[in-house]
């Protein structure tokens, strides 16, 4: 028995590390913002602007081995090769 694809599953998991890494960049430049502390809002920018480059470098990358591989979008384990 498969236990699914393992490069897209480790894929998947940089992504969602990436979108988290994002998110938490964006709270913390809400409160600089709030909090008007430009110097920590100039270091988030640039920390988003890196962060939002990584997350899709990721994305392309799945999304070109889900299309290579034949992955299937809602199966995290099974190929259309694979019965």
């Not at 913390?28 to 470098?57: P, V, W």
């Amino acid at each position: 028995m498969s236990t699914g694809c393992q490069q897209k599953q480790r894929l998947q998991t940089e992504v969602q590390e990436a979108l988290n890494r994002l998110a938490k960049a964006c709270t913390e430049s809400i409160e600089a913002l709030h909090s008007q502390n430009n110097r920590a809002l100039d270091r988030l920018d640039k920390e988003l602007e890196i962060a939002m480059g990584n997350k899709e470098r990721l994305m392309g990358a799945l999304r070109q081995h889900v299309a290579e591989h034949g992955c299937l979008p809602g199966d995290p384990g099974r190929s259309e090769h694979s019965n």
